[in-house]
């Protein structure tokens, strides 16, 4: 655990990179490309703290005021997927997940419990994430290292089940992929029950509904920037900005 704490101590963009780098040296990608590799991570959670800083410095103080303006109980900013990364790769799970998922899915390769590989490891932070909350309830190692196992398991397994229809979904396009990513996965047995229940109502299922239809259809307006602005500009409204100056009682709709 010394080692370990050390480790973490480094902070995950010093970490992060140095363990890339290790394991791209190991499975023979070469030193130089390794290291650049491993650079590239160290870059990118630098970036993830940098717009994390600047969404919690420019959002943060309008959440604040909307709260007092309409006396809200909300003391909580959920700023998503970019600091929850960073938490993750800075606990005591952290420095770890990534060797050891990897020495699981070889293991479940070589008995035959998968046939997927699990290379996306920016997105162990999910595991380390859950084992890191099971070690701060127990504070069993134990029982953290036990969590994040069963938890590697059972997403390796649904994305077993679940690559057919991704591969139908693809085409020819696109062969040989899973998604074992736990943001991913987990959704899948509910997906299959609401599209059965959807598949069944007249109407309904005749309805094409996806992104690329629905922004067809909106034009500019459906353009994720535009969205952003006009989100934007409904938040300064509600908090008073800029300009406009309201209390607990001039409120643009009633409380």
């Not at 080692?3 to 030193?31: E, R």
């Not at 990513?181 to 299959?192: E, T």
Request: proline fraction near 5%; charged fraction near 10%.
């Amino acid at each position: 655990m010394a080692v370990i704490n050390y480790i973490i101590g480094l902070g995950a963009s010093v970490m992060m990179p140095i363990i890339f780098t290790i394991i791209g040296v190991i499975i023979g990608l070469g030193v130089g490309k390794s290291l650049k590799s491993g650079l590239t991570v160290g870059v990118g959670f630098v970036g993830l703290s940098v717009v994390t800083t600047l969404l919690t410095d420019n959002l943060g103080p309008v959440v604040n005021q909307i709260a007092d303006i309409y006396d809200l109980q909300l003391n909580v900013l959920d700023i998503g997927w970019p600091a929850a990364s960073s938490i993750a790769y800075s606990s005591q799970m952290g420095a770890i997940v990534i060797p050891f998922g990897l020495a699981l899915n070889v293991v479940m390769i070589l008995t035959k419990t998968t046939k997927t590989i699990a290379m996306d490891l920016f997105n162990y932070w999910h595991y380390a994430f859950v084992g890191s909350i099971v070690y701060t309830l127990t504070n069993s190692f134990g029982w953290a290292i036990f969590i994040v196992a069963a938890n590697f398991i059972i997403i390796n397994c649904i994305a077993d089940l679940e690559s057919s229809r991704i591969q139908e979904y693809y085409g020819e396009k696109v062969t040989g992929i899973g998604f074992p990513v736990p943001v991913c996965a987990p959704y899948a047995p509910i997906a299959h029950v609401l599209n059965g229940i959807m598949d069944k109502m007249p109407g309904i299922n005749k309805i094409d509904f996806n992104a690329d239809t629905m922004q067809k259809k909106l034009g500019v307006i459906g353009e994720p920037l535009f969205l952003g602005t006009v989100i934007g500009a409904v938040l300064g409204f509600l908090a008073g900005y800029p300009g406009i100056h309201l209390d607990k009682d001039t409120t643009p709709f009633p409380r």
